[in-house]
């Protein structure tokens, strides 16, 4: 039987690049997808109507999503499995017809931006691997750090002795630290000059590679969410000491917990971790994960005394943990005072 889920606003029912198991029916709410457009590389929303399936291709098909599905209002959805959803078409023809002339137009409107990506890169007389590159670039420039890794690490499977190499693996090593401090999207503050590439690179590499390499290679596997993969090779790098390297592994260790909701273990974990390592470079982000983890539990007194605990270690109001951790705040007393 299909099942019944709810979700808050600002909730995500799934992200892209996650595996597709299940059919969306959006019975109550308001949900929106979220692409990237392959012509223009910017962010397209599509917000869909109460009635409407969405999650189809991808779990009929069996691939990764396409798109990041994302809360706009309190949602209820209806998920079937693939062979339920199966079993309702084939007994609605009125369904398949819909579903056919949804994924047509689909169709016809990537075939539009494909054969205009191709005439672009002609008229300009780009290679194939100079478009590879630009299109690293640009989401390199608007702080896509996700899709920069995902198009970087291509080009160097495709290229890996190619014109740009050099640039790309500097690009994508300071790509690797941005997603594991700030996520995707965030960036280094404004009030921070970061030169990207070079310098980084030389800085990882003049400490230890192979250190440097296994850590990148765990970032690498976060990114894709093959946290417990990840976490063995962290927990490597924390057991050998490295003065670098170690102390990164070790939280990185917590953030892996917290993202496979495993949220008691995440607090116990950075409690601990703090208790040796009271200054650690990230006790502030520590601190809010520990929140996050008591508000994900439902100890909402807890996540309070943590997130205020982070605001003290931070005390920088531009910083992303701080602005995270107050309006997180904010959120719990909204729900407290209705």
């Given at each position: 039987?299909?099942?019944?889920?709810?979700?808050?606003?600002?909730s995500?029912?799934?992200?892209?690049?996650?595996?597709?198991?299940?059919?969306?029916?959006?019975?109550e709410?308001?949900?929106?997808?979220?692409?990237?457009?392959?012509?223009?590389?910017?962010?397209?929303?599509?917000?869909?109507?109460?009635?409407?399936?969405?999650?189809?291709?991808?779990?009929?098909?069996?691939?990764?999503?396409?798109?990041?599905?994302?809360?706009?209002?309190?949602?209820t959805?209806?998920?079937?499995?693939?062979?339920?959803?199966?079993?309702?078409?084939?007994?609605?023809?009125?369904?398949?017809?819909?579903?056919?002339?949804?994924?047509?137009?689909?169709?016809?409107?990537?075939?539009?931006?494909?054969?205009?990506?191709?005439?672009?890169?002609?008229?300009?007389?780009?290679?194939?691997?100079?478009?590879?590159?630009?299109?690293?670039?640009?989401?390199?420039k608007?702080?896509?750090?996700?899709?920069?890794?995902?198009?970087?690490?291509?080009?160097?499977?495709?290229?890996?002795?190619?014109?740009?190499?050099?640039?790309?693996?500097?690009?994508?090593?300071?790509?690797?630290?941005?997603?594991?401090?700030?996520?995707?999207?965030?960036?280094?503050?404004?009030?921070?000059?970061?030169?990207?590439g070079?310098?980084?690179?030389?800085?990882?590499?003049?400490?230890?590679?192979?250190?440097?390499?296994?850590?990148?290679?765990?970032?690498?596997?976060?990114?894709?969410?093959?946290?417990?993969?990840?976490?063995?090779?962290?927990?490597?790098?924390?057991?050998?000491?490295?003065?670098?390297?170690?102390?990164?592994?070790?939280?990185?260790i917590?953030?892996?917990?917290?993202?496979?909701?495993?949220?008691?273990?995440?607090?116990?974990?950075?409690?601990?971790?703090?208790?040796?390592?009271?200054?650690?470079?990230?006790?502030?982000?520590?601190?809010?994960?520990?929140?996050?983890?008591?508000?994900?539990?439902?100890?909402?007194?807890?996540?309070?005394?943590?997130?205020?605990?982070?605001?003290a270690?931070?005390?920088d109001?531009?910083?992303?943990?701080?602005?995270?951790?107050?309006?997180?705040?904010?959120?719990?007393?909204?729900e407290?005072?209705?």
């Open positions: 039987m299909p099942r019944l889920l709810q979700y808050r606003a600002n995500v029912i799934y992200f892209e690049g996650d595996v597709a198991e299940k059919v969306f029916l959006l019975q709410g308001s949900v929106k997808l979220l692409h990237v457009d392959i012509e223009s590389g910017k962010d397209v929303s599509e917000l869909l109507s109460k009635g409407e399936f969405f999650g189809v291709k991808s779990a009929l098909g069996h691939y990764p999503r396409e798109e990041d599905a994302i809360v706009v209002q309190d949602s959805t209806l998920a079937f499995s693939v062979s339920e959803f199966e079993e309702l078409a084939t007994k609605n023809a009125h369904l398949i017809i819909k579903m056919l002339k949804v994924f047509s137009t689909q169709m016809r409107r990537t075939h539009k931006q494909v054969a205009s990506l191709m005439n672009n890169v002609e008229s300009q007389n780009q290679t194939p691997e100079d478009g590879l590159y630009q299109l690293g670039k640009f989401y390199f608007n702080k896509k750090y996700v899709y920069t890794r995902h198009i970087y690490t291509k080009y160097l499977t495709y290229y890996p002795r190619g014109v740009y190499t050099d640039a790309v693996q500097a690009d994508l090593n300071a790509v690797v630290s941005f997603i594991a401090r700030y996520g995707d999207g965030e960036g280094v503050k404004p009030d921070v000059d970061v030169p990207v070079d310098p980084l690179e030389e800085i990882v590499s003049a400490a230890n590679p192979d250190s440097a390499n296994r850590y990148n290679e765990a970032m690498n596997l976060i990114a894709y969410k093959s946290y417990m993969p990840a976490c063995q090779v962290l927990k490597k790098l924390v057991d050998e000491g490295d003065p670098e390297f170690a102390p990164k592994s070790s939280f990185e917590g953030r892996c917990l917290f993202l496979m909701g495993k949220y008691n273990e995440c607090a116990k974990y950075y409690a601990q971790m703090l208790a040796k390592h009271p200054k650690h470079a990230s006790v502030g982000e520590a601190f809010f994960f520990i929140g996050q983890s008591h508000e994900k539990a439902g100890h909402e007194t807890l996540a309070v005394t943590f997130y205020k605990k982070s605001l270690a931070v005390n109001k531009d910083d992303a943990v701080y602005i995270n951790a107050v309006r997180a705040l904010r959120r719990l007393e909204e407290v005072h209705g």
